[in-house]
């Protein structure tokens, strides 16, 4: 079982779009731009470290970064069986599963990070990684400590506090003291996950209670809980808890671990949930899509190529693709395409609303994945075709 993973705030980096910027799913970015009123290919490409540094610049970078991976993922046809995000990559994770629209999970994106940023600027807060400890003893250390709370729970051995820079500083010597390995602290803009977080509850809370929430493609694992969720209604509260909440990363792991799950790929900047997934489950596979280039290697290693044959194309390895939605709306299939049609690359399969669905393959297509008049998401797979 395939697993996808989303980055959070921390993933990004200067530069971090200009592999993507020749790719189709660049568009996602252009379309973000005009949604957010930010020049998010700025961000992206011309941004530097201290700028990506900004909690209201960060999440919409690595947002939109880890959903241009997602849809250039989407574009070969490769599905996952499950979701899940660090903190600010949950939202990447439920706009993949479909239970938010790219648009509505753009607006929420912005209002979270404004919401957080004005809330860090208000109350100075910082982090630190507590290295070779026991949640439990971690817990115990801190909770005689004011201003600094378990802010992650990343892996076993590796929990993350938060609080004011005096609060962090204490609990991180609590933590010394009650014999963790090593405290490390995070250049961060505020004690995120943590009651610092409350001035921007109000804000986030009515951006959610504007959006419309709809049921995932597959399971999406929650950080306050650690657990899947299959429908709609309890994403509000989710979210709505996951801001001064703890990040309960290493019990969603484990819970996928259980589940099944033996492949993870990291959809974003960074390989920071890699190196995490190797400490719950040293036996998996762990890929990353950051860059195009990775699409290549994916593909490869999900297709179990022989590697004594050469290599002459994706043909050899990946024969299926899916043809995916442009935008969100009404599908309305081409009528001259049916079952068993053959489509040549750029050929109009039908249309989402007022835009054309073009194959970005020749093949045979095997059958339409979504119904006359259905309405669909973007990215959503439209229809199924045995590439030639």
């Not at 971090?16 to 568009?27: F, I, T």
């Not at 949604?35 to 961000?43: E, F, K, M, N, S």
């Amino acid at each position: 079982m395939i697993a996808f993973l989303y980055p959070g705030q921390g993933s990004q980096h200067a530069g971090m779009g200009a592999a993507w910027r020749q790719h189709d799913s660049w568009e996602l970015v252009v379309e973000a731009s005009d949604i957010t009123g930010r020049d998010l290919g700025h961000l992206l490409l011309e941004a530097s470290d201290d700028e990506l540094r900004e909690t209201r610049n960060a999440q919409l970078a690595t947002f939109t970064l880890s959903m241009v991976a997602f849809d250039a993922l989407s574009r070969l046809g490769i599905e996952t069986s499950g979701h899940a995000g660090h903190s600010l990559g949950e939202y990447s994770a439920l706009a993949a599963s479909g239970v938010l629209d790219f648009d509505d999970a753009i607006r929420l994106v912005q209002e979270r990070g404004e919401a957080m940023q004005a809330a860090a600027d208000e109350h100075d807060g910082t982090m630190a990684a507590i290295i070779g400890m026991d949640d439990d003893d971690v817990e115990a250390a801190v909770a005689a400590v004011d201003d600094c709370w378990v802010a992650n729970y990343n892996t076993p051995g590796q929990v993350v506090i938060a609080g004011g820079p005096a609060g962090v500083e204490a609990g991180g010597a609590a933590c010394k003291e009650a014999g963790a390995k090593r405290v490390m602290p995070l250049v961060v803009g505020g004690a995120f996950h943590t009651p610092h977080m409350s001035p921007a509850q109000e804000r986030l809370d009515k951006a959610i209670a504007q959006t419309e929430f709809r049921a995932p493609d597959h399971p999406v694992y929650a950080n306050v809980d650690g657990a899947p969720h299959t429908d709609a209604a309890p994403w509000p509260s989710l979210l709505h808890d996951q801001l001064t909440g703890s990040v309960r990363w290493s019990r969603t792991l484990q819970a996928m671990v259980d589940a099944g799950y033996s492949t993870f790929v990291e959809i974003g900047p960074g390989t920071a949930l890699a190196g995490m997934v190797k400490r719950v489950a040293r036996s998996s596979s762990r890929l990353n899509v950051s860059t195009p280039a990775d699409l290549d290697a994916l593909l490869e290693t999900l297709g179990g190529r022989d590697h004594s044959e050469p290599a002459e194309g994706e043909h050899l390895y990946v024969t299926e693709r899916l043809v995916v939605s442009p935008s969100a709306g009404v599908f309305v299939p081409e009528t001259a395409v049916t079952d068993g049609t053959t489509v040549d690359t750029g050929s109009v399969i039908g249309t989402v609303g007022e835009t054309e669905v073009r194959s970005a393959f020749a093949g045979q297509l095997i059958e339409f994945l979504a119904l006359p008049g259905e309405r669909v998401q973007l990215a959503q797979p439209i229809a199924w075709l045995r590439s030639q």
